[in-house]
């Protein structure tokens, strides 16, 4: 019996062992990316990295310039098809397109880091603390970062989904997907297809850019709290939600066909309606003799009617405003009325816009004069929801319909269906068109002649006439000559200019003080004032038609011109998404002035005490930002940076609402100052200044972190510390949070505000770790690091004790 047992043995090892060698030669050959490797944007010899197949390549991908604002050539790092024509795109790091000579390198230290050309870090691969050892692409179009020669994934590109669904890919919950703008350009669209935390998959409309849910247009209607779902695409090429490891409802309703014969995909499209495709694999085309087998090809639509899911109360519908939809084979075509024309020709979803003034009821407008006006018709046609009056009964017919609005200067279009009139007001949302629609749209516009009877145009042609005879002039010659003499010492002059200040270090540029003297108007329009100085707006010649903010520093320490220089050339070497860019500086005579780029929603302290207060999940998502740039100064930048003036009102918001810190790296030149400023204070929780200012201890980046504390308390409760401490409070504002916090009566930090209501559970965590952040004792503060962890949920958030800064004094 034993000697059977152990030829059992030896044979089930003999049978056994070729597969586990297998697996082990598998995953070591998975590793084909190793540490130092770099990939270039641009040229002729940088070949992508392929999947050991060559059905998946990694790189750069040239985008159209339709897609971007200017005529730079930018790329996209990608991963695509790379065995058929069109070499499809199912991947994109699309919030970072470069130009060329821009690298993405996996770097000796194991981090996977993407490089502009000026060799400044744009964008970095989030594996926390952990180091690759080496990367792959594979087969499957997952690009993963590996640490060890195993299947321990660190990162991978299917857990950063763009767009795109592959077969082996999971969508777990919270998860989405986010169309593109339009076919050519990558940056998010206003479409998503959401693995909700309920369990329900939806698509939906969002706004931009807070990404906020419009509305839902189409559901799975799986709702289940409290049981882990996932969207599944499996690699028979089926669609499918999982609860449980049980097929809970089938997305795909067409088989797709074998992963032999056919590549397949799912993408939600810029459109809005989520595509199942298929192609023929090359062999496969050849050998069926089909000479058109290799295109992509649609399986199935989500919804089947794009233009009639999409119309909600409030956004634009499938096709934007001012638009109607007509759905052709499952596609939305979006089309303009006549009299208006695509807002982007290139993207026709994204709606259009009137060739003539809107009406305003001005006495000179068109729509005053009613000779100047006609309406165009367009049948089975309407805009449901912008209505703003009804008319009915029998005596209501087309041309009274049209009288309506004609009469009516704030009428833009009417919609007549037998004794009913609508008026409907701009911007016209949700149209479509479709035969079932028995109704007709009235589209009120100026007539064509009306610009030739304005006496605006008439001013036109007066001044046409003029320009016309003072070209047939000789004087003009004359004149022509002299500007160009002009323009051409002008150019030499600048040449000159640029080759003085050449000391631009790691891509700040080094301006005089007249040109930004020029650039701000003689610095007219001032954006606000702070502790280190003035700020104004302004625009550069060398960066024209975009603003930036120049400040002007009036307090500084006299130190000399290679101290100044050496300081901003710290801070030009400090690059984040959560920190505001320094794009030049002047140190000419007593002149010390910065260049940064302009946020166009000003500051945190407008956005948080404004009349509306942001929304929960927006505010949440500012507080992680603040965090994650204050973390990189700390820790991850060249020469680690205190910051000492942390504070809403040195928070700038970007377009995107993207919180930015600005002013660091400026501590050095206004050292004394600040530490003279923070000893007057009476009630350190008045403002933001720790403990250690008022002791005169020694300053260290624990300062930083007790400031964040008192900004996260006021980012929850939407107060200003400063103001709550003016008013008729005897407290200030830790110790009423405390207070609340204490006796279990969090919901008074956030009354009047349904959407933190709904998540107390997160509001109480904020508050424990605003609570940490502002011990008394430094060594009690976590560091910025730990903090950004305890709000993205990484380490548990123990009860802290109470802060006792000034309750003892």
Sequence with gaps: MIYQAAK??????????????????????????????????????????????????FGFRPLSRSSSDNNEDLFLLSIWFDKVPEQTIVWSNNDHPVEEGSRIQLTNEGEFILYNSQGHEVWKAETGSQRSTCAA?????????????????????????????????????????????????????????????????????????????????????TIRNNSDTELVFDEAGFIYLERGNENIFNVTKKYLGSRQEFYYFARIDFDGVFRH?????????????????????????????????????????????????????????????????????????????????????????????????????????????TD??????????????????LLDCFCAAAIYNGNSCWKKKFPLSNGRQSGDLNRIALIKVPKNNVTSNCPKAKDRSTLVLVISVFLGSSL????????????????????????????????????????????????????????????????????PKKYVAIKKLDKFEKEGEKEFTAEVSAIGRTHHKNLVTLLGYCDEGNHRLLVYEYMSNGSLSGLLFGISRPRWNQRKQI???????????????????IHCDVKPQNIL????????????????????????AARTHIRGTVGYFAPEWFRKASITVKVDVYSFGVVLLETICCMSSVE???????????????????????????????????????????????????????????????VTQMLEGVVEVSVPPRPSVFSSS
């Design 724 to 786: 709550f401490a003016m008013g008729d409070q005897e407290e200030a504002l830790i110790d009423w949070v405390y207070d609340c916090y204490s006796k279990k009566k969090l919901n008074m930090l956030v009354e009047n505000d349904e959407e933190a209501k709904n998540d107390m559970g997160s509001v109480e965590k904020l508050v424990m770790v605003a609570i940490w952040c502002i011990q008394e004792d430094p060594s009690l503060r976590p560091s910025m690091k730990r």
């Design 8 to 57: 059992f043995r030896l044979i089930f090892f003999i049978l056994v062992f070729p597969l586990l060698l297998s697996i082990l030669v598998a995953g070591q050959s998975d590793c084909r990316i190793n540490l130092g490797r770099v990939l270039s944007a641009g040229g002729n010899n940088n070949p992508p990295w392929l999947s050991p197949s060559g059905e998946f390549a």
């Design 476 to 543: 003009f010659l004359n004149l022509l000559l002299l500007i160009a003499i002009a323009v051409a010492i002008f150019v030499v002059y600048q040449r000159k200019l640029m080759n003085l200040q050449s000391a631009d270090t790691y891509g700040v540029r080094r301006y005089t003080y007249k040109e930004l003297h020029e650039a701000t108007d003689g610095f007219r329009q001032q954006l606000g004032r702070g502790s280190f100085g003035t700020v104004y707006k302004g625009v550069l010649t060398s960066i």
């Design 388 to 405: 703003y009056e009804l008319q009915t009964g029998p005596g209501i017919d087309k041309e009274r319909c049209k009288e309506f609005c």
């Design 277 to 385: 495709y298929n192609r023929p694999r090359r062999q496969y085309a050849l050998d069926a003799g089909s000479t058109c087998g290799s295109d992509w090809r649609i399986a199935q639509t989500t919804p089947e009617d794009i233009c009639t899911a999409v119309m909600r109360d409030i956004g634009s519908g499938a096709c934007g405003y001012n638009s109607y939809c007509v759905n052709s084979n499952g596609r939305p075509n979006c089309l303009c009325p006549e009299g208006y024309s695509p807002v982007d020709p290139l993207a026709l979803h994204r709606g259009c816009r009137p060739n003539f003034e809107i009406p305003s009821c001005q006495q000179n407008g068109w729509e005053s004069n009613l000779e100047f006006v006609e309406f165009k018709e367009l049948n089975n046609t309407d805009w449901p929801l």
């Design 623 to 641: 507080v992680l930002g603040i965090a994650s740039g204050l973390t990189y100064l700390h820790e991850e930048c060249s020469s680690h940076i």
């Design 653 to 676: 918001l970007d377009e995107s609402l993207t919180p930015k810190i600005s002013d660091f790296g400026l501590a050095k030149l206004l050292l004394s100052e600040q530490s003279r």
């Design 137 to 221: 692409m594979l087969d499957s179009g997952n690009f993963v970062l590996i640490n060890g020669n195993s299947s321990n994934y660190m990162w991978e590109s299917f857990n950063m989904p763009t767009d795109t669904f592959l077969p082996g890919q999971r969508l777990r919950m919270g998860g989405r997907f986010t169309s593109r703008l339009s076919e050519t350009d990558y940056a998010d669209g206003r479409f998503q297809l959401r693995m909700q935390r309920d369990g329900n998959l939806v698509l939906c409309t969002i706004f931009l850019p807070t990404e906020d849910v419009n509305e839902r247009y189409w559901a799975s209607e």
